[in-house]
């Protein structure tokens, strides 16, 4: 069986040698495969803003797009790269352990473990764009209620603000100079550079302050929303990670039981990994962990505000 593994995994990556394929051309390769071509009805439904794609399809682009904001888009290709190779060796690790039941839950974790280790590195990096974000906005808003001169006010604090903010506005001063004097099309290219509904709130704002000067005092509070989502954010931190280290202590023990269930008894350790239904109990408790990984996960994260 060993042997069968390791030839077929040899037969695999000469196989891709052969074929000079390339992290690259495997991840627009999966990315085809997983949004395939709109029809002309699906197309006019995109225009209509009527039709979203799939999550897995807006996962994937949203981690390029701040990889690339990073400075580490190559790093996307690598990633799903990974991703691919270990889904394979889950497989391998189930056929070894001879448990056809976890074969799926195997693939399933270990394609995961790249786009978990990327997503906890980029929460990091969005958490300090956050911060500066809050300082960049008010620090503006002081400025152009003083100047009522949104470019005047961005180009006075462009030395103030900080890496990869600081890129973003000195791209809007040359869009708004050099490109085109439409200061609302250029405030509207702001604002798709940052992914916040506060950031996309603050810009609507400012688009309606070129026609009406009198609402440029509601920039302020719209800023002070930022800080009161950070507030709550650090309140539910302690709260949160205490809910997570509970969920981890509960999957702790719910697989420790495999080792000790072969100290305490040992035919009840050979039920449970050498017979058919016992595999599938394990098998069943690797999916309702795994599922529930997601869930913790997905409730436990920090909370965003949303219009």
Not at 14 to 34: C, H, K, N, V, W
Not at 130 to 143: A, C, V
Request: proline residues 3%; charged residues 20%.
């Amino acid at each position: 069986m060993v042997i069968q593994v390791i030839a077929s995994v040899l037969l695999v990556i000469a196989i891709a040698i052969f074929f000079g394929l390339t992290p690259e051309q495997i991840t627009s390769d999966l990315m085809r495969f997983i949004t395939p071509n709109d029809t002309l009805r699906d197309r006019a439904r995109n225009v209509r803003g009527n039709k979203k794609k799939h999550f897995f399809y807006r996962t994937l682009v949203n981690m390029k797009g701040a990889l690339s904001a990073t400075g580490k888009s190559k790093q996307f290709a690598v990633v799903i790269c990974a991703s691919v190779v270990l889904l394979g060796a889950g497989i391998v690790v189930s056929i070894l352990i001879n448990n056809v039941f976890l074969m799926p839950v195997l693939a399933v974790s270990f394609a995961l473990i790249p786009f978990v280790y990327i997503s906890n590195t980029l929460s990091y990096y969005e958490r300090g764009v956050r911060e500066q974000l809050e300082t960049t906005m008010s620090i503006i808003t002081t400025s152009y209620e003083r100047c009522d001169d949104i470019l005047t006010a961005v180009r006075e604090n462009i030395p103030q603000i900080d890496s990869p903010l600081k890129e973003i506005f000195m791209a809007f001063e040359g869009d708004a100079t050099v490109v085109s004097s439409n200061m609302k099309r250029a405030l509207l290219n702001l604002r798709d550079k940052i992914d916040d509904d506060i950031f996309r709130e603050w810009v609507d704002t400012l688009i309606r302050c070129q026609d009406d000067r009198t609402l440029k005092d509601t920039l302020q509070p719209i800023v002070e929303k930022l800080g009161d989502v950070r507030r709550v954010n650090v309140e539910l931190s302690t709260t949160l990670a205490s809910a997570r280290n509970e969920y981890l202590m509960m999957a702790f023990l719910l697989v420790g039981n495999v080792p000790l269930l072969w100290l305490l008894n040992k035919d009840w350790f050979n039920t449970l990994l050498f017979t058919t239904s016992g595999k599938a109990i394990c098998g069943l408790c690797g999916f309702v962990i795994l599922i529930t990984a997601i869930l913790m996960r997905k409730y436990t994260k920090p909370i965003e505000y949303k219009r």
